[in-house]
C-alpha cells in the first residue's frame, strides 16, 4: 500500500492510501478520487516529504488518527459512494490497523501534537500514542522533525 498527499483544483490536500502507483494513476486517470472537502475529482498528487521510520526495539512512533469521541462531519455523498466502493480487502486491512492502534497506543484526541512535542523534546515519557491534529498541527510538527504518521481512520460498521 502507498499513501499520497493529493490536492483537489480547488487547493484542499488530503491522503489517500492505494494499493500501488498504477492503482493510483488509473483512479485519477477515471477521476474516481474526489476531495473529502468539496468533491472535487480534479486531483493530482501534491508534494510530500517521505516517512522513515528509525526502526528498533521500543522506538514507537506516535501515530495521528481521529480521536474516537469526535463526531465526524456528515459525509458528503460523494465521498460516501468512494467509500462504499473501496475493494473489500482495504477496508478490512484499515480496519485491523484501527484495532492495532487502539489497542497498543495511547489516545490523547485534539492533544496529539502537544503530546507528541512533550514526547519528542523529552519532556513526557516516550510511548505511542494517536489522536488528532490539524493539517497546520501536522506541517508544524513535520518541520520540527517530529516523526508521526497520517492514518484514514475507517469507521467500524457499514
Not at 10 to 20: M, P
Not at 46 to 53: D, F, K, L, Q, W
Not at 80 to 89: I, Q, S, V
Amino acid at each position: 500500500m502507498i499513501l499520497y498527499r493529493l490536492r483537489c483544483a480547488k487547493g484542499h490536500e488530503f491522503d489517500s492510501w492505494f494499493k500501488d502507483g498504477k492503482t493510483y494513476e488509473r483512479q485519477e486517470k477515471r477521476s474516481l478520487i474526489g476531495c473529502p472537502s468539496c468533491g472535487s475529482a480534479k486531483v493530482v498528487r501534491a508534494p510530500m516529504a517521505p516517512r522513515i521510520g528509525k526502526g528498533g526495539k521500543g522506538a514507537e512512533t506516535p501515530v495521528e488518527t481521529p480521536a474516537e469521541t469526535t463526531p465526524a462531519p456528515a459525509p458528503d455523498p460523494q465521498v460516501a459512494a468512494l467509500a462504499r466502493a473501496m475493494p473489500k480487502e482495504m477496508r478490512e486491512t484499515l480496519l485491523k490497523l484501527r484495532e492495532q492502534v487502539e489497542k497498543n497506543l495511547e489516545p490523547v484526541g485534539e492533544k496529539f501534537a502537544e503530546e507528541a512535542r512533550k514526547i519528542h523534546y523529552g519532556e513526557s515519557d516516550k510511548r505511542g500514542i494517536y489522536g488528532q491534529t490539524t493539517d497546520e498541527e501536522a506541517e508544524a510538527l513535520a518541520d520540527e522533525g517530529i516523526e508521526f504518521g497520517r492514518l484514514p481512520w475507517i469507521p467500524r460498521g457499514n
